[in-house]
């Protein structure tokens, strides 16, 4: 079974309007961490944000916020008010704390228009 | 935040030889880095976890003699194609675990390593 799935390929948005990425996981491992990392076309990978699953509360970093429902295993990304600068290949993340790796989405292509 | 270096950024070669690329965490200790695979468009494949002072593991289906990993200190683990074929072609990308505590989880990525075979 898929650990992460990412159900958008690409996903259009207009500059200075939000947009939610979404985000699916799978885990029986009660202690994970959930991540959010950008990539641009030059390849590298940027940490954008993190979630615990013991956090209480939804994390936020700037723009960014991560919508954390546990219940329904969800943790997709929210991007407030868009920039041109957005447009990149984002992929989702988990950790569960059992095992010292990362499982990662297929990635959701982001192109935000002027 | 946490910096990991890669080197080289980009390697061309032929068909046959073997290549090394170096990963370095530049100003934590990583007891523990990560070497992955990604193919144009496609998500980062975990190929093996490599470990500071002990042998690296392997995830299914990647061949431990043909990649062949070396994690001699806590800030530097090597990759080495060998053999290398067109096949092998893409891009390889380290990554680091700054710490083990709670809120140091976050795997901290270099910037990648583009290889082509000729």
């Known amino acids: 079974a898929q650990k992460i799935t990412q159900t958008q390929p690409g996903m259009f948005v207009q500059e200075k309007e939000a947009v939610t990425l979404d985000c699916t996981y799978d885990?029986?491992?009660?202690?994970?961490?959930l991540f959010w990392y950008k990539q641009p076309s030059s390849g590298e990978m940027i940490f954008l944000i993190y979630?615990?699953?013991?956090?209480?509360q939804n994390a936020t970093e700037g723009r960014y916020s991560l919508n954390f429902q546990k219940a329904r295993k969800s943790a997709n990304l929210v991007i407030s008010a868009s920039q041109l600068g957005d447009s990149a290949m984002y992929f989702c993340?988990?950790?569960?704390?059992?095992?010292?790796?990362?499982?990662f989405g297929s990635g959701t292509k982001l192109n935000v228009k002027p | 935040g946490a910096v990991v270096s890669q080197h080289p950024s980009w390697v061309i070669c032929k068909s046959g030889t073997s290549v090394k690329i170096e990963c370095r965490s530049l100003?934590?200790?990583?007891?523990?880095m990560f070497w992955y695979r990604q193919f144009p468009k496609q998500s980062l494949m975990l190929m093996a976890t490599?470990?500071?002072?002990?042998?690296?593991?392997?995830e299914q289906g990647v061949e431990k003699d043909k990649f062949l990993i070396n994690h001699a200190s806590l800030t530097l683990s090597t990759l080495t194609v060998t053999s290398a074929h067109p096949e092998d072609s893409s891009f390889y990308i380290c990554?680091?675990?700054?710490?083990?505590?709670?809120?140091?989880?976050?795997?901290?990525f270099g910037p990648g390593t583009r290889l082509l075979v000729l």
């Open positions: 993340a988990m950790r569960e704390d059992n095992f010292n790796k990362f499982y």
């Open positions: 979630q615990g699953s013991y956090d209480q």
């Open positions: 990554s680091a675990n700054r710490g083990e505590s709670r809120g140091e989880e976050t795997q901290y």
């Open positions: 885990t029986s491992d009660p202690s994970y961490g």
């Open positions: 490599s470990n500071e002072g002990s042998k690296a593991t392997y």
């Open positions: 100003d934590f200790q990583a007891t523990t």
